[in-house]
């Protein structure tokens, strides 16, 4: 429970469905040290009759997220912290402390859903599109998918503030969204700028693709393969950021976006539920978007211990470090990190 909307009406739901319901808050990162979050979730559990467990995570998720976060974008990739948060430690450590307290079920506010298939448990998309989180649970394994309660997985974010109003809770119902990555929201290069020794983040060269500067960047680290906006200059042409050199702290433009189409890439660290029905099958859909992207594509199995995607259509802005997750319809098949 982060004190936010989210997983406060889902503790009401579980409560309104019979089950006993125990609300454990997270401490994984608290800018200026606001506290405010940790006083909300105890205090709503309070009015629901329901004990609360905080848990310190700080120096893990330091370790795990922040610093990984950091050292991905200085080797010029583009990390993706949510994903690795919700299958190495928000999840695993929900069910270490359920395991403690003798407690079966483990429960969140994400919106998705999941359903069994030919053995095996999958995530399956929200029925809020807007809302939809399957994206980010691709690395989750059969122990913990057995285990969900996902009570928001067929509900609207409208329904859901309605719900807290009509139940009396209106702080929850009425609390902001959360955009972006939670430790440093819609603003990543202050946050590399105050956390990298100045002297690694300096100004380089905007180069074309033939080799020929064309202006001046801000340090390579605040750029991501496909990027469009936020350059810092000026054509009477789009132009996107096809390749990034850390060495030489150069980044490469280019004015057409077919020129970063790519028809294959190889992921690491990958999650498969259920090879049969992935590998080797040509009616998978990739998306390497959280929303609005889809691709159909080939995965197989490298002897080097990589999957192999072949794209059946050129996709452009393929980034190294960017996560990406295979799909039946709405139904989650794995994923993997792009390298």
């Known amino acids: 429970m982060s004190g936010g909307t989210d997983s406060s009406v889902a503790a009401m739901l579980l409560l309104d469905a ?9 401490r994984f990162f608290e800018k200026g040290g ?7 979730a105890r205090e709503l559990c309070s009015r629901l009759g329901i004990p609360h467990i905080t848990y310190d995570l700080r120096d893990k998720f330091k370790e795990y997220i922040i610093d990984y976060f950091i050292k991905e974008y200085m080797t010029g990739r583009t990390p ?21 307290e003798g407690i079966y079920h483990i429960a969140t506010g994400h919106y998705v859903q999941k359903t069994f298939n030919d053995g095996f448990w999958h995530i399956i998309n929200g029925t809020d599109t807007d809302k939809d989180q399957s994206f980010f ?3 989750l394994p ?10 928001l997985g067929e509900m609207t974010k409208t329904r859901i503030r309605e719900i807290a109003t009509e139940k009396g809770f209106m702080k929850a119902a009425t609390k902001k969204d959360s955009l972006g990555v939670c430790f440093c929201p819609m ?11 100045p002297e690694k983040i300096r100004p380089g060269i905007f180069c074309d693709e033939t080799g020929n500067r064309i202006g001046m960047h801000e340090g390579y680290p605040f750029y991501t393969i496909g990027q469009r906006r936020g350059l810092g200059i000026h054509m009477n042409k789009a132009i996107f950021v096809k390749e990034i050199i850390p060495d030489e702290n150069k980044v490469i433009i280019s004015d057409n976006i077919k020129n970063l189409e790519q028809k294959e890439m190889w992921l690491t660290d990958w999650n498969i539920i259920n090879p049969d029905i ?35 259509e050129p996709l452009a802005s393929i980034a190294p470090g960017q996560a990406a997750a295979f799909y039946r319809e709405n139904m989650v098949l794995g994923g993997g990190i792009i390298k």
């Open 18 to 26: 019979g089950y006993e319901v125990t609300g454990t808050t997270f």
């Open 34 to 40: 606001n506290t405010e979050y940790l006083d909300d």
């Open 80 to 100: 993706v912290p949510c994903t690795l948060c919700n299958n190495y430690l928000k999840w695993p450590i929900l069910k270490e402390i359920a395991d403690r």
């Open 137 to 139: 649970l691709w690395g």
């Open 142 to 151: 059969q122990e913990i998918l057995q285990r969900m309660i996902l009570p």
């Open 187 to 197: 603003d990543y290069r202050t946050f590399l700028k105050n956390n990298v020794t």
């Open 278 to 312: 992935l590998l080797g099958m040509d009616d998978v859909i990739i998306k390497i978007r959280y929303r609005k992207q889809a691709n159909r594509c080939r995965v197989e199995k490298t002897k080097d211990g990589l999957l192999h995607v072949i794209l059946h």
